[in-house]
């Protein structure tokens, strides 16, 4: 498995502003994934990052409102930006480990106001 | 178009009897299957998967089986115990879109003392 950290745990934050969400890992990896909950909702892939390259998004994300960065084999960032009300989730990290398992990280829980 | 579904949002248990959690898909690509669990405030924990070469894993009190003909796998508990209270989150991946994981909507169970 991996052991899997984000930064902040949950923030709240005023409508228009931008927040930047780490994910760290314990080892390197190849796939990072960014995922996002919404209150009563299932998980929703935005996007794949891998290091050395853009991120792929998903159907409905764009990297103007969720940019990625992936500098190394254990670090990445998602950035949600100008919020709204409507981007108040729960936002994830996971790694793939051991073949097609994804390990996730303990999210972060965002309120926009 | 979901095309994973957990129909039972929500799901009691008696302690010491067995818990089954169920899950249909509709993408016949799908070819790997995993169940997650998930705590209020955490990440989703990995609890057990299954290929689809196979009908059948077990690993302790877990034990998913897989209905390829029916697309429906199912993730069996016994005996349940307090502890496993929790969201249960089945996803299905295929090695043709990227490894990205599909989550189904989630069912809550509960288990009764």
Request: aromatic share 10%.
């Amino acid at each position: 498995s991996a052991v899997i950290s984000q930064k902040p745990s949950r923030d709240i934050c005023q409508r228009g502003t931008s927040l930047t969400i780490q994910c760290q890992v314990d080892s390197q990896v190849t796939m990072m994934f960014w995922y996002r909950q919404q209150p009563g909702q299932s998980l929703t892939l935005i996007a794949t990052a891998n290091q050395g390259s853009e991120a792929t998004y998903e159907s409905g994300f764009v990297i103007d409102k969720f940019p990625i960065s992936r500098p190394n084999l254990t670090f990445s960032t998602l950035t949600v930006s100008n919020m709204s009300p409507e981007d108040s989730s729960i936002y994830l990290c996971s790694v793939e480990k051991g073949g097609d398992t994804q390990y996730f990280g303990p999210g972060t829980r965002l309120t926009v106001l | 178009d979901q095309q994973v579904k957990q129909n039972s949002p929500s799901l009691s248990v008696q302690e010491g009897r067995i818990s089954i959690l169920n899950c249909d898909y509709t993408n016949s690509m799908f070819d790997y299957f995993l169940w997650y669990k998930k705590y209020p405030a955490e990440g989703p924990t990995f609890l057990i998967s299954i290929s689809s070469i196979k009908d059948k894993n077990e690993d302790g009190r877990f034990t998913v089986f897989l209905n390829k003909s029916a697309k429906h796998l199912s993730l069996h508990i016994v005996p349940s115990q307090p502890g496993d209270s929790a969201v249960y989150f089945c996803a299905a991946s295929s090695n043709f879109g990227n490894e990205k994981l599909t989550f189904g909507t989630g069912t809550r169970l509960t288990i009764i003392p």
